[in-house]
């Protein structure tokens, strides 16, 4: 009887004993970490580079055939100017971006026309852009994207300084709806803060009307067609 109540204990404790080792080895759950909630807001400020290439503008002096010919064109002046932009993210990789900005160029003549100051302008160029941003390359996050712009060119003003005997006296230029298109990049230091690359073509070619010495009509079409290369800070809420 004594030696069944050793073999029974020997058994319990062995029973006990694998128990314990399930138990030990078990995995342990944990409840698992908040997700952090998804917002959509994202602002950049950038320095921007305003690069238009005027080739293939036209230029219509009536009454004088010499400055109506191709060898006649229009040069309008780089800029750098402060930009804040604002994008929304619809989803991790579609989002819509709007850039905000204005700028200051001087307008001459070039070929026939090459001395000749035409006069200066403000462009207000709000440009809205739908994007796909790329996610699988950990905190370098490039994107492309399309659109459209509307530029509105306001405080025109003519050069109305003489050059061989002309002096322009006038100017007004239409405002204009053109394509953009774009692509860049946002290196992201933390879950916060970044630092972005962009790159803008704008296809822009407003009309134009002006008046040489009060009394000369010109028309003709501006081929502003601006590159928009910037480089800044991204902040994401």
């Known amino acids: ?3 069944l109540l050793v073999l029974a ?3 319990g404790g062995a029973a006990i004993s694998v128990r314990a080792a399930d138990l030990a080895s078990a995995s342990i759950y944990t409840k ?8 959509p807001w994202m602002v950049r400020l950038r320095v921007l580079g305003v690069l238009p290439d005027a080739r293939g503008s036209l230029v219509n002096v009536a009454g004088i055939p010499p400055l109506s010919s191709p060898n006649s064109g ?7 100017i402060p930009e804040l932009d604002i994008t929304y993210f619809f989803t991790r990789n579609i989002a819509a971006e709007l850039i905000l900005g204005v700028t200051k160029h001087q307008i001459s003549g070039t070929g026939t026309l090459n001395g000749l100051e035409i006069g200066t302008a403000w462009l207000l160029p709000p440009t809205l852009t739908l994007q796909y941003h790329f996610t699988d390359f950990g905190a370098f996050k490039p994107y492309i994207g399309a659109g459209i712009n509307y530029t509105v060119f306001f405080n025109q003003s003519a050069a109305n300084t003489p050059f061989a005997g002309l002096a322009m ?8 709806v053109g394509a953009a298109v774009q692509f860049g990049f946002d290196y992201m230091l933390d879950s916060h803060w970044g630092l972005n690359v962009d790159v803008k073509k704008l296809w822009l070619r407003p009309d134009y ?3 040489v010495n009060n009394a ?3 028309t003709g079409r501006a081929n502003i067609d601006p ?4 480089g800044g800070i991204t902040y994401k809420y």
């Open 1 to 3: 009887m004594a030696s």
């Open 9 to 11: 204990a020997a058994f």
């Open 32 to 39: 698992a970490p908040p997700v952090a909630p998804f917002n």
């Open 74 to 80: 229009l040069s309008i002046s780089d800029q750098a």
């Open 169 to 176: 006296t006038d100017l007004h230029i239409s405002n204009q």
């Open 209 to 211: 009307s002006a008046t």
């Open 216 to 218: 000369i009509p010109v």
């Open 227 to 230: 590159w928009l290369v910037g």
